[in-house]
């Protein structure tokens, strides 16, 4: 695992997405996801991309791996934060993300 191949496709899709160049972010969020598939980071800007582009398809599976990564790391609230995102666009996503959350919260808690 490359950090600073992570970081550099990281900080020049952010850089393509804020000057409008859409599908320049998205290959290089790809390309970061394919070095490191278990970073939400990754999962939820490249879902956002997607969102602007459109590509509801694509953004709800963005964007329900990032939820998913977040709960494995045990950052539960930031993963809640995504499910209304998830729901307009792919409501069946939306409850597998709920549903990965509760059955968590219910291990944590006892």
């Known amino acids: ?3 600073n191949a992570v970081a550099d496709a990281i900080n020049v899709a952010r850089r393509a997405a804020w000057e409008g160049r859409l599908v320049d972010a998205l290959a290089h969020y790809r390309a970061a996801a394919r070095i490191q598939p278990d970073l939400h980071v990754v999962w939820g800007e490249m879902g956002n991309v997607l969102w602007a582009m459109r590509r509801w398809p694509e953004a709800a599976y963005a964007l329900e791996g ?6 494995r790391a045990g950052e539960l609230r930031a993963a809640s934060e995504l499910v209304p ?4 666009i792919d409501p069946e996503a ?3 993300v709920q549903r990965l959350l509760w059955v968590t919260a219910q291990r944590q808690s006892g």
């Open 94 to 96: 939306a409850y597998r």
């Open 85 to 88: 995102a998830v729901a307009r």
């Open 1 to 3: 695992m490359d950090d």
């Open 66 to 71: 990032a939820a998913t990564l977040l709960v």
